[in-house]
């Protein structure tokens, strides 16, 4: 029968796991970044001056959705809600390739997380001891560093745009929001989990060698009788 420390112990990492399940699939429903540029129509003389730059586009980027709002660029503009895919196929090129690798990584760490719940729970009641969350958690920071790389190092705000008017874009701002910060705690309580197994491992194995250990030193007259 499982010692309570043991049960405890596992119990522990379960709910480290599923309060990071949580987060993650909240967040993933939630704006992950946020983009104000300053537009100018084209065909616009002395587009060097500021005051050409009298409109504004803003963009709210979720992994799901999106919200694209635009004040006088070029014109009196609208506010429209898109499927982000909807939008990104009609761009192609890096940002669709990299928001589509970042949605699978977060789905396959997401399986992988809430298939681990269910194998801590078997791990606090039997002796194996495994854990899949370690690729679990290198999925979630691969999906990070790209969603990073799509709305920094690429031209996607400029060409979400773009696809809908012909103007001049400049000084593009971007902010992460709260969907993209609640794939930190994800990465931190997963990684919490997998320190509670191994250090559980570490004392249990521990233990054992300490039971091991007068047999192995007794003396040889004691051992031959």
Same mark, same amino acid.
């Given at each position: 029968?499982? *010692?309570?420390?043991?049960?405890?112990?596992?119990?522990?990492?379960?709910?480290? @796991?599923?309060?990071?399940?949580?987060? @993650?699939?909240? +967040?993933?429903?939630d704006p992950?970044?946020?983009?104000?540029?300053?537009?100018?129509?084209?065909?616009?003389?002395?587009?060097?001056?500021?005051?050409?730059?009298?409109?504004?586009? #803003?963009?709210?980027?979720?992994?799901?959705?999106?919200? %694209?709002?635009? #004040?006088?660029?070029?014109?009196?503009?609208?506010?429209?809600?898109?499927?982000?895919?909807?939008?990104?196929?009609? =761009?192609?090129?890096?940002?669709?390739?990299?928001?589509?690798?970042?949605?699978?990584?977060?789905?396959?760490?997401? =399986?992988? *997380?809430?298939?681990? &719940?269910?194998?801590?729970?078997?791990?606090?009641?039997?002796?194996?001891?495994?854990?899949?969350? +370690?690729?679990? /958690?290198?999925?979630?920071?691969?999906?990070?560093?790209?969603?990073?790389?799509? %709305?920094?190092?690429?031209?996607?705000?400029?060409?979400? %745009?773009?696809?809908? /008017?012909?103007?001049?874009? !400049?000084?593009?701002?971007?902010?992460? !929001?709260?969907?993209?910060?609640?794939?930190?705690?994800?990465?931190? @309580?997963s990684s919490?989990?997998?320190?509670? &197994?191994?250090?559980?491992?570490?004392?249990?194995?521990?233990?054992?060698?300490?039971?091991? !250990?007068?047999?192995?030193?007794?003396?040889?007259? =004691?051992?031959?009788y």
């Amino acid at each position: 029968m499982p *010692s309570l420390q043991k049960v405890l112990h596992f119990l522990g990492g379960c709910l480290f @796991t599923m309060l990071g399940v949580g987060l @993650t699939g909240f +967040g993933m429903s939630d704006p992950w970044a946020a983009s104000k540029l300053e537009c100018a129509s084209q065909g616009s003389n002395n587009l060097n001056s500021p005051d050409f730059y009298n409109g504004t586009a #803003d963009i709210s980027f979720g992994l799901f959705s999106m919200v %694209v709002s635009r #004040d006088s660029c070029p014109s009196f503009g609208a506010t429209n809600t898109y499927a982000t895919f909807q939008k990104l196929e009609a =761009i192609g090129g890096p940002p669709l390739i990299l928001h589509s690798l970042v949605i699978s990584l977060l789905l396959v760490s997401l =399986i992988t *997380s809430a298939g681990t &719940i269910f194998i801590t729970f078997y791990n606090s009641v039997s002796n194996p001891y495994q854990t899949h969350l +370690g690729p679990s /958690v290198i999925f979630a920071f691969l999906a990070l560093v790209l969603f990073l790389v799509n %709305v920094f190092a690429t031209n996607l705000w400029q060409a979400i %745009v773009l696809n809908e /008017v012909k103007v001049n874009l !400049r000084n593009v701002t971007v902010s992460m !929001r709260l969907g993209f910060y609640l794939l930190i705690p994800f990465l931190v @309580t997963s990684s919490l989990a997998i320190v509670v &197994i191994v250090l559980y491992q570490h004392v249990a194995y521990t233990h054992q060698k300490e039971q091991q !250990r007068p047999t192995e030193d007794a003396p040889k007259e =004691i051992m031959m009788y």
